[in-house]
């Protein structure tokens, strides 16, 4: 049994070259088209890898998705015939299986959340605005992918641009995601958990092993079980808040 913390971060820098077609064609992502950070032609993308399916005995649950904020390639800045700032027009979705989360009200699938609501990486003067809550759950054997739009044409600037060199070491775009992934038993228990309506993180999993070794044998698959494990996780979530100074109403009809 296993619970991990994971990040993974995707980025697309310069090729080095001075723009020509001849020595530039097809390096950057060609705009308003959907590429992924696991599986695109695009960036660093870990060579071999494949959209993530989980495992039978795994349960993720996806809580942070960001990328560069940016709406106009004009905020670019350029010292010396080199470009070393680009503010990319981009927005990130989260796909699972073939099911895009973020849609518009018509259930028609949107580009998704924009770096300027989420943004990476994040400067001092960043005011997010967005935060994937509740998180997101990836039941096992679904698939994650997480895909991404640019919606400003780089690979047209610098080609109408033939002076212009974008340097290797200038970050175009980056996504950043973390996820904790509960492997083992400790899968099948935040499965368990979900199907309680019991908030899945790593506090509920471990109080809830906890539960399950004071038990000590008892019937698990009984009502009684779970209403106790519910009524535990309640109280586990009450004194957590109070320790953190946050008090609701049902904590104080609970002292009533």
């Known amino acids: 049994m296993a619970i991990r913390k994971l990040q993974y971060s995707w980025e697309l820098f310069g090729d080095n070259t001075d723009g020509r077609p001849a020595s530039s064609q097809g390096h950057y992502p060609p705009p308003g088209i959907e590429h992924s950070i696991f599986t695109g032609a695009y960036g660093n993308v870990q060579a071999g890898r494949q959209t993530d399916l989980v495992g039978e005995d795994e349960f993720i649950v ?8 940016g709406v106009s390639p004009y905020g670019a800045r350029v010292v010396n015939n080199d470009l070393v700032k680009w503010n990319p027009n981009m927005f990130v979705n989260v796909v699972i299986d073939t099911t895009n989360y973020y849609q518009d009200p018509q259930n028609v699938w949107s580009s998704g959340v924009s770096g300027f609501a989420s943004p990476y990486p994040r400067q001092t003067y960043d005011e997010p605005y967005y935060e994937l809550w509740p998180p997101v759950y990836v039941l096992p054997d679904q698939t994650l992918d997480i895909r991404y739009t640019l919606f400003n044409d780089i690979q047209l600037s610098s080609e109408n641009n033939d002076w212009l060199n974008i340097p290797s070491s200038t970050m175009l775009a980056a996504v950043y995601v973390t996820y904790t992934l509960f492997d083992g038993t400790d899968g099948l228990m935040a499965r368990q958990l979900m199907n309680l309506g019991i908030p899945v993180n ?37 004194k957590e808040r109070k320790q953190q100074g946050i008090a609701t109403l049902n904590d104080y009809e609970g002292d009533s």
């Open 202 to 238: 790593v506090g509920t999993v471990e109080n809830y092993r906890r539960l399950l070794l004071k038990s000590k044998g008892l019937q698990t698959d009984t009502f009684e079980f779970y209403l106790e494990a519910m009524k535990n996780e309640r109280e586990r979530r009450r």
């Open 62 to 69: 996806l809580d942070k998705v960001s990328s560069t904020p």
